[in-house]
């Protein structure tokens, strides 16, 4: 089995979605989390662009679908191609070389990875080391660091993934054992040693919720224990603004409670958006400037 970065991404999600993944099952949907692939997707493919502006044209490899090493003396970029060691695969979203400081020296490769989030989390970090252990073992180097760049501003952080060995080693090694075993870990729990499935394994957002991030007052959907109205959100969301934008504009909410608002949102979205049209205004409309919540 090979274990490629999509499935390590879906192992910090849900353990057992990750072992479904490997059989080859395919989850029915979920509007919310085809909207962040989305996003990354033209986050990626805007940042990578930027980086394209900076390189010569023949020293960018692009689109190569190489399963081996990329070839030092011709790449200062390369993006959008597969690099693979063993059972292991990651597919880069760029690799930039560093020339060698000095006689004696090797050049340097470095993975980088975008998300569209402005926060990280250790999951990202470890997703760029992942691609870094790949790299090191196909280039048989040392990959020291890579980069994320993030956010609206393509912010740039560097990660040392030296640092990072053991636990992607770690990471693989129980990944590796899940995929061995002949069934999948059970939904409601996959082990002490492995992150909770909780929310995420059923693809429908409304009956995986072990939550409440939206009540139903009269006629008004609010954010559960607040008086901030769903439509707030959901008027940003269509604006195009992160869920990270979200929280700023109301510091009251958590990540957690605009993501949850969000997927309830969608996986209800023909319910609620007929009651908003039975009202006498539209989501938009219920939302005074600057972002400020009107009292329903």
Not at 241 to 248: A, D, K, L
Request: overall charge positive; charged content about 25%; aromatic content about 8%.
């Amino acid at each position: 089995m090979i274990m490629t970065n999509d499935l390590v991404e879906t192992f910090f999600k849900c353990p057992t979605k990750c072992f479904l993944r490997s059989c080859g099952e395919v989850g029915t949907g979920n509007a919310y989390a085809d909207w962040v692939r989305t996003k990354n997707d033209i986050f990626r493919i805007e940042g990578t662009k930027r980086l394209v502006t900076e390189v010569a044209p023949d020293k960018c490899a692009i689109g190569a679908q190489a399963m081996g090493s990329p070839k030092p003396a011709q790449m200062a970029l390369g993006h959008r191609f597969a690099v693979q060691s063993q059972n292991l695969q990651c597919s880069c979203h760029a690799v930039q070389q560093i020339p060698a400081a000095g006689r004696g020296r090797t050049a340097q490769f470095v993975p980088i990875r975008f998300v569209f989030r402005n926060k990280l989390n250790r999951d990202d970090k470890l997703l760029v080391a992942f691609d870094a252990r790949v790299l090191s073992e196909v280039l048989r180097r040392e990959v020291g660091f890579g980069k994320i760049v993030h956010g609206e501003n393509y912010a740039t952080r560097k990660v040392k993934t030296s640092a990072l060995v053991g636990k992607v080693r770690k990471l693989t090694d129980k990944i590796g054992t899940l995929l061995a075993s002949p069934s999948p870990p059970d939904l409601g729990g996959p082990g002490p040693d492995l992150p909770t499935c909780g929310d995420v394994c059923n693809d429908s957002a409304q009956g995986a919720m072990s939550k409440i991030y939206v009540m139903k007052v009269e006629d008004t959907y609010r954010v559960a224990g607040t008086r901030i109205s769903l439509d707030s959100l959901v008027y940003l969301y269509r604006e195009g603004i992160s869920p990270e934008g979200m929280v700023e504009s109301y510091p009251t909410l958590t990540l957690e409670q605009v993501h949850g608002a969000l997927a309830y949102y969608l996986a209800n979205q023909k319910e609620i958006d007929h009651t908003w049209r039975g009202r006498t205004q539209s989501p938009s409309a219920s939302i005074k400037s600057h972002g400020e919540v009107t009292q329903n």
